[in-house]
T-cell receptor
C-alpha cells in the first residue's frame, strides 16, 4: 500500500539524549515535511524538504535537525538543545513543493522525554 | 501578519444534525491557498480540500460543503447530517505562495475544532 510510515508510534527518552524519528514514504512525492503538535494546538512546521539533499527551516527549527539523502526518507533528529521536546510529531509529503499542495500524513510518533 | 483563527474549540452535536466549523484567516498576499484537514483519534491527518484565492466557488462533496468568502476572509466547513464517524479534530490551514523575506512561502494551521458527534 502506498503511504507514509513513521516509527515508532511511541518513543521514550531521557533528557539530554538525542533521538531520531523515522519517516518513509513510497508515494514518489518530491516534498516532505515535519510538524510538531502540542495538546490543544495546531501543527507547527519544523523543517521541510523540496528535493533530495535540500531542506529549509520552518517556524520552530531550533533544536531539531534533518537530512534528505533519499527521496523516500526524511528522518528528524530531536537534539538535547530542544528545550521542550515532548510532543506528537507528524511527517507528511506532497507531490509538489512550496507548501501549496495538499499533504499526506503519517500516523505520527509520540515522543516523551523525562 | 498571516493568521488562521478557528474560534470554536469544541463542538458537540447529536447524530444527523448539521454543523458548521468556522475558519477566519488573515494574509497580506493576493495569491494564497486554504485547506481543511481532519484528524481522527488515530492521529493521522487526512486531507479534505484545497482552495486557491481566485476560486470563490463553493464546493460540495457528499455530506461536506465549503463556503469560501474573500469579503469576510472566511472558509467555513459544513457537515450535513453528521455521523459518529465525523468525530475528529478539524484543522483549517493557510498557505501563502509569495516569497517574503527569503522564505519559500509559509503554511499556518489553526488550532483546530474538536467535533464530537453523539449517537
Amino acid at each position: 500500500d502506498g503511504g507514509i510510515t513513521q516509527s515508532p508510534k511511541y518513543l521514550f527518552r531521557k533528557e539530554g539524549q538525542n533521538v531520531t524519528l523515522s519517516c518513509e514514504q513510497n508515494l514518489n512525492h518530491d516534498a516532505m515535511y515535519w510538524y510538531r503538535q502540542d495538546p490543544g494546538q495546531g501543527l507547527r512546521l519544523i523543517y521541510y524538504s523540496q528535493i533530495v539533499n535540500d531542506f529549509q527551516k520552518g517556524d520552530i527549527a531550533e533544536g531539531y535537525s534533518v537530512s534528505r539523502e533519499k527521496k523516500e526518507s526524511f528522518p528528524l533528529t530531536v537534539t538535547s538543545a530542544q528545550k521542550n521536546p515532548t510532543a506528537f510529531y507528524l511527517c507528511a509529503s506532497s507531490i509538489g513543493s512550496q507548501l501549496i499542495y495538499e499533504q499526506y500524513f503519517g500516523p505520527g510518533t509520540r515522543l516523551t522525554v523525562t | 501578519a498571516q493568521k488562521v483563527t478557528q474560534a470554536q474549540t469544541e463542538i458537540s452535536v447529536v447524530e444527523k444534525e448539521d454543523v458548521t466549523l468556522d475558519c477566519v484567516y488573515e494574509t497580506r498576499d493576493t495569491t494564497y491557498y486554504l485547506f481543511w484537514y481532519k484528524q481522527p483519534p488515530s492521529g493521522e491527518l487526512v486531507f479534505l480540500i484545497r482552495r486557491n484565492s481566485f476560486d470563490e466557488q463553493n464546493e460540495i462533496s457528499g455530506r461536506y460543503s465549503w463556503n469560501f468568502q474573500k469579503s469576510t476572509s472566511s472558509f467555513n466547513f459544513t457537515i450535513t447530517a453528521s455521523q459518529v464517524v465525523d468525530s475528529a479534530v478539524y484543522f483549517c490551514a493557510l498557505s501563502e505562495s509569495m516569497n517574503y523575506g527569503g522564505s519559500q512561502g509559509n503554511l499556518i494551521f489553526g488550532k483546530g475544532t474538536k467535533l464530537s458527534v453523539k449517537p
